[in-house]
């Protein structure tokens, strides 16, 4: 990993979408090979979409009622895909496997093919599909009681805004969490969105109609979660467990909405004042 922490310290929060294949190439060697152990299924359709799909990981074992984690790509909005290296997402997929999970990783529409709430609602049909198949012997055996929500960047926020579209009473009135979460991973995720540059108001215009932030900041993430019923089981930690992430060099998009989040979060949490976890990876910056 030297290379790798040589090459993140050198860009620290700068970093080109283009340079994947710069990336790759540090990152590659260093992914763990197809585990003999971990069996494999990919591009299973959960919508109609083209890009309604995912891969499935899972141990193979008898064992059942495993615990699932399902993993979400960022990508601005605009890309990212499960697919991107043979290797990279895919990673994921096996060491979680390798620790006795089911693993999803799933793609999810972009812009400019898909509009608010399009990309929350293909959450919503992943966490369906998970939880009418996952028990399956063909998908590992997993518990669709114990579904762990992952998503990184853009990702992040789909889940959050799937999670909390009770806060948007055009969407959702339902007060229950169904299919069932047993806990949410945001990793330097946009709960906010800084419309200073000139990207991010693209995609707002692109996703949510409008750059305003009248328009969009009610129907962020943060927005959602501000305006969740107060009887909200997804303000009981004990029920469903939050944890942020975020990076030594981190974006400030990001970095500030992840703070701002943490903060609502501790005002609207049960019991009183309950915090969610808050972590800082070292050596890593947003996309590394």
């Known amino acids: 990993m030297d290379k790798v922490f040589e090459k993140i310290a050198q860009e620290t929060v700068k970093f080109n979408l283009g340079d994947e294949e710069i990336w790759r190439e540090l990152y590659e060697p260093l992914y763990l090979e197809p585990p003999k152990d971990v069996g494999v299924i ?51 997929g096996y060491y979680f496997a390798q620790q006795g999970m089911v693993v999803v990783v799933a793609n999810h529409q972009l812009v400019p093919h898909v509009v608010y709430p399009g990309g929350a609602d293909d959450i919503q049909l992943i966490r369906e599909w998970i939880y009418n198949n ?30 909390y579209a009770a806060g ?18 945001y990793l330097s995720t946009p709960f906010w969105f800084d419309r200073t540059r000139p990207i991010r108001q693209r995609t707002l215009r692109q996703y949510f109609g409008s ?21 909200s089981p997804l303000l009981d930690y004990d029920q469903v467990p939050v944890y942020i992430g975020t990076v030594k060099w981190e974006v400030k998009e ?35």
Do not use: M
């Open 134 to 163: 996952i028990t399956s012997e063909k998908y590992g055996s997993g518990s669709p009681n114990k579904v762990i929500l992952f998503g990184h960047s853009s990702g992040g926020a789909h889940i959050a805004s799937n999670l």
């Open 211 to 231: 750059d305003a932030e009248d328009i969009w900041g009610p129907v962020s993430p943060l927005g959602l979660f501000d305006r969740l019923p107060d009887d």
């Open 254 to 288: 990001a970095a500030d909405a992840s703070i701002a989040f943490f903060n609502s979060y501790r005002a609207r949490s049960r019991p009183a004042g309950t915090l969610p976890q808050y972590h800082v990876l070292d050596k890593h910056n947003h996309l590394r």
């Open 42 to 92: 990919r591009d299973e359709r959960y919508g109609p979409a083209e890009r309604n799909r995912l891969d499935i990981f899972f141990p193979l074992n008898k064992d059942t009622d495993k615990p699932v984690l399902l993993f979400v790509h960022g990508g601005g909005f605009f890309s990212g895909d499960k697919g991107w290296s043979e290797k990279c997402w895919a990673n994921i």
């Open 168 to 185: 948007d009473p055009s969407r959702s009135s339902r007060k229950d969490i169904f299919p069932p979460v047993a806990g949410v991973i």
